[in-house]
């Protein structure tokens, strides 16, 4: 249970008791279901991480909305966009494991999180993780309610493969952005778990990556 689910049910338990108490009983009874669904939307739960040899696990639980590949400063890159619902767990886990090297919030729109603009315009947090010479950048996006992006590790973190790094409350997007050696294994459409599905492999590559990922992340800016 993330620690926010408690907060916001304790208000809702703490309003509907009081309403039961000064009004009447059947009263209560709207704020106390909103606060199990903030229990049951703080969800979190534990997953079995791959060690497999190069995997990209899942960022987030969701639907893959788009895979495709973008050229950015005359490089090929891989994009895989997954879309949140109310429905879903909303913690987020490192895709791969390795330093945060950047972490970049910016402020911007709260478009439907579907809508393709919304991966450059929507307020975001855009982090930069390298590992083994490669870098995968991985961009937490608000959606049409989500007003809150939580990321707790800082520039210099390292982090595992799974681990949780934070959360996007209500409806959101996560996409990432991974170096042209990868092999892709998911297609729009599928349903994915943070931290339990591998979205793809990266093979061994030298240091010029680590270069590419970090143009990716100036121009996300």
Known sequence: MVRDGYFYAFGFLLAGILVGWFASPPWAVVPLLLALFFLWFFRDPDRKISDAPGA????????????SWITVRGEK?????????VFDVHVNRSP?????????????KFLNAMNEASAEENEQNIVRVEGDGQVVIFKQIAGLL???IVFTPKPGDHLQRGQRVGLIKFGSRTDLLLPGNVSLKV???????????????????????????????????
Do not use: C, M, W
């Open 146 to 148: 989500a007003r809150r």
């Open 187 to 221: 297609k729009v459409g599928d349903r994915v778990r943070g931290g339990a599905s591998v979205l793809a492999y990266l093979q061994p590559q030298g240091e010029s990556h680590a270069t590419v990922g970090a143009s990716v992340g100036r121009e996300a800016r």
């Open 96 to 108: 791969v494991a390795g330093v945060v090297r950047d972490v970049q919030y910016r402020r911007g």
């Open 56 to 67: 990209v696990v899942s960022p987030a639980d969701g639907r893959v909305t788009d895979v």
């Open 77 to 85: 890159l891989a994009r895989i966009s997954i879309f949140l619902n």
